[in-house]
């Protein structure tokens, strides 16, 4: 099971570009990478998911180098209302040992 | 289409009893997962139910089971609850095989 690691926290401005990254040096040729937005008591929202190179939809972009050890969420100007947690998955998307790690705290300024 | 539906939202109980929580999948969604999420240990995955068989399940002790009905809704139960019980249980569901899962609200579990 790919094993991943996040920065514990992260603050940026709105309007800025907030680019979280996420390690995982052992991720399996048939894993993907999902992204998940938690707020406080409420579950997990599926932000955005991929397998290699870039992936965008309406609300992020998610890069994956070719070696895919790595990849990296990005949210364009963010606003107050993005402070969350910002959980990165790799492997099965769901279920079957999901391990969810400690995830980035996202703190966003005025 | 609606999502992932959970009740009740909160619950209080106190030590010893038992607790049933229950969860409705997407429409067409034949996996449900359930997670139990503490400040302690973060999200940790219970069990995975699929067309009514539970295919995975977490390291968690015999106190917590579940069940999946034939129209794909999921029951959660804990016995003889203890105060470390305590936590957001959340489902989550998907159509069965490699696939995004999308997460319900929760239930906010007090035990007293």
């Known amino acids: 099971l790919a094993k991943t690691t996040q920065p514990i926290s992260m603050d940026s401005y709105e309007g800025q570009e907030v680019n979280i990254t996420c390690s995982h040096n052992?991720?399996?040729?048939?894993?993907?990478i999902t992204w998940y937005q938690q707020f406080p008591s409420q579950g997990p929202r599926f932000i955005i998911q991929g397998y290699k190179t870039k992936v965008t939809n309406e609300v992020a972009s998610l890069f994956i180098p070719a070696d895919r050890k790595s990849s990296t969420l990005s949210l364009p100007r963010v606003s107050l209302s993005d402070t969350a947690v910002y959980y990165c998955?790799?492997?099965?998307?769901?279920?079957?040992?999901?391990?969810f790690g400690a995830g980035t705290r996202l703190f966003v300024k005025a | 289409k609606a999502g992932v539906t959970q009740t009740p939202r909160y619950l209080i109980k106190t030590r010893g009893q038992q607790v049933t929580l229950s969860c409705s999948p997407i429409s067409g969604h034949r996996s449900v997962s359930w997670y139990q999420q503490t400040p302690g240990q973060g999200l940790q995955f219970l069990f995975e139910y699929f067309s009514e068989t539970q295919r995975n399940k977490g390291n968690f002790p015999g106190r917590f089971s579940g069940r999946q009905f034939s129209n794909s809704r999921s029951e959660m139960n804990v016995s003889t609850l203890e105060l470390g019980d305590s936590a957001l249980y959340l489902c989550?569901?998907?159509?069965?095989?490699?696939?995004?899962?999308?997460f319900g609200p929760g239930t906010r579990l007090l035990v007293l």
């Open positions: 998955l790799v492997g099965d998307t769901g279920g079957f040992k999901t391990i």
């Open positions: 052992n991720i399996a040729t048939n894993d993907y």
């Open positions: 989550a569901s998907k159509r069965g095989g490699v696939e995004t899962q999308y």
